[in-house]
């Protein structure tokens, strides 16, 4: 099967996995996937998870938004955040998510309304990526 390098840039730093045969990640209007060959493109990408094939074994990382830039051998990943299944903390994810929702419950503007929306958002998929 082809291959193709992935490129994830976060803010805290950089990872590069060479051999690459698949990634599916949470587009804006849903996901996609991208394999070795893909037609260049530029998508935003949402709050979810990215599945990473690499030598017949799957990785499974949550991620907070951002872009991906597919080139013919390579995908480009920049996002805010990015933390593979394996080093999330499931009970911090759990507190995120019930300060998240206590957030909603107590909100006094509709700004606060959406940025609890959001924090539960990414606390749920963080609990759910947690159990890949």
Request: hydrophobic share 35%; charged share 30%; proline share 2%.
């Amino acid at each position: 099967m082809k291959t193709f390098k992935l490129e994830i840039v976060t803010p805290s730093g950089q990872e590069i996995i060479e051999t690459v045969s698949y990634v599916r990640c949470p587009g804006l209007d849903g996901a996609f996937g991208v394999m070795a060959g893909h037609r260049n493109a530029m998508i935003a990408l949402g709050i979810g998870e990215i599945k990473v094939t690499s030598e017949g074994l799957d990785s499974f990382y949550a991620t907070s938004g951002g872009f991906a830039e597919i080139s013919h051998e390579k995908l480009h990943v920049l996002v805010e955040t990015m933390e593979h299944s394996k080093e999330i903390k499931l009970d911090r994810a759990k507190a995120a998510l019930e300060r998240g929702q206590k957030r909603l419950r107590n909100r006094e503007t509709e700004i606060d309304g959406k940025r609890a929306e959001i924090s539960i958002k990414r606390a749920k998929n963080r609990v759910h990526v947690s159990k890949r």
